[in-house]
């Protein structure tokens, strides 16, 4: 674990501060770019892992994240029901410029903007989760009830049954 935060680290974490609870990002010396990867890092299971996935509206052209279970696929079609519009896949360029984050390190909180957010129900099984903190390599643990309150989500049933 690394004791100074880089910088897109850094902003996650404060803006969990921000919401006043001693939540803490920590950097790991292994990857945690996908949430098999974040499992083994943080020795919990990969359904622990809470996926911050960024899709695009098609007709607004906004972000929609969806923080996913983490053996979770999501539907599509789900997602678009719950918000009134079609989605489509976000690129690498979009994530960076809507969220201010890049692929494999997108928190769940912290954006450049507002984001819609919707959050798997199979999420609140857990007793502890654990989230992508803006870096490859960084993650912050926390109780399913935190991420309601910090990111102001609605639980929903998005995945894939696939
Ligand atoms: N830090 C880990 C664990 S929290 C993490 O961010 N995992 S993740 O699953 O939330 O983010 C990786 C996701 O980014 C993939 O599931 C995939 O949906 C998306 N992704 C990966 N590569 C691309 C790409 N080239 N274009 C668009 N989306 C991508």
């Given at each position: 674990m690394k004791l100074l935060l880089s910088s897109s680290a850094q902003r996650v974490q404060a803006a969990l501060a921000g919401h006043g609870i001693g939540l803490q990002v920590v950097e790991m010396?292994?990857?945690?770019?996908s949430a098999t990867e974040a499992a083994a890092a943080v020795g919990c299971d990969v359904a622990q892992i809470a996926k911050s996935l960024i899709f695009r509206s098609k007709q607004s052209d906004r972000p929609v994240l969806v923080v996913v279970c983490g053996v979770n696929r999501v539907d599509e079609g789900k997602v678009a029901a719950l918000i009134g519009e079609a989605i489509g896949k976000a690129d690498a360029d979009f994530v960076r410029a809507r969220t201010g984050f890049a692929i494999g390190g997108v928190p769940p909180i912290g954006h450049t903007e507002a984001l819609t957010t919707l959050i798997d129900a199979d999420l609140l099984a857990f007793d502890a989760i654990w989230a992508a903190a803006g870096t490859p390599n960084a993650v912050f643990r926390l109780h399913p009830s935190e991420l309601l309150a910090i990111t102001g989500g609605q639980v929903a049933d998005v995945k894939s049954e696939e």
């Open positions: 010396p292994a990857s945690t770019r």
